[in-house]
Structure formats: C-alpha cells, structure tokens
C-alpha cells in the first residue's frame, strides 16, 4: 500500500499564507496524479487542484490566483502553497495520488489522514 502523510496546516489571520506538504511512502512505482481536496462543515469534499504526470495544473475558481500546487519527483511529495487566504478557506485539506506499484499495475487512488487550516482574526 501506499501512505501519505500530511502537514503544515495551521491558524492563520485573513490575508496570511501557509504551506502544506504531503508525503507518500511505500511501494510506489509512480504517482501520476496529486490532488488536493478540502471539506468544511457541513459541506461537501471540494478538489482545490490537482498536478498530473505532465505537469499540467487545475485549480478551483475560488483559490485559482492564491493557491499554487508543486511536486518533487525525487521525495514523492507534493505542497499547496496559500497565499492571501480568506476566511472561506477554513477546512480540512487532504491530499489524494493515483499511483501505481509496477509499471504494468493498474493506478490506485490513496488519501492522507487531513490536516486543520483555520482562518481567523
């Protein structure tokens, strides 16, 4: 199996940024696919953006501008970089991989556990 590991999340003021980072590890062949989700309360998963083999990005309407998605090939990471961030953005984020184990297996999507972004004054 594949796991991912997140971080960074946090308590930030209107207009403040955070980094978050996500880790994956296990038997990994590649990862073509990195995603970032987040859930607030009371609403529904939301995909904020989303990296793939090719390095082509999406983002949603809401964060595109503010939030920027990366990856490291060499540590199977991936991070959200949010800058200006708006009391709106308050959520759970996740990151998601579609991975594969060999170069013949079929991909499989795999989450991390979420990590906390408040934003507050």
């Known amino acids: 199996q594949v796991q991912l590991v997140e971080s960074g999340g946090g308590l930030v003021q209107p207009g403040g940024s955070l980094r978050l980072s996500c880790t994956a590890s296990?038997?990994?062949?590649?990862?073509n696919v990195w995603r970032w989700h987040r859930q607030a309360p009371g609403k529904q998963r939301e995909l904020v953006a989303s990296m793939t083999g090719s390095d082509s990005t999406n983002y949603a309407l809401s964060v595109k501008g503010r939030f920027t998605i990366s990856r490291d090939y060499a540590k199977n990471a991936v991070y959200l970089q949010m800058n200006g961030l708006k009391p709106e953005d308050t959520a759970v984020y996740y990151c998601?991989?579609?991975?594969?184990?060999?170069?013949?297996?079929?991909?499989?999507?795999?989450w991390g556990q979420g990590t906390q972004v408040t934003v507050s004054s």
């Open positions: 296990g038997s990994i062949f590649s990862i």
């Open positions: 998601n991989a579609d991975a594969r184990v060999s170069p013949t297996s079929r991909p499989f999507g795999s």
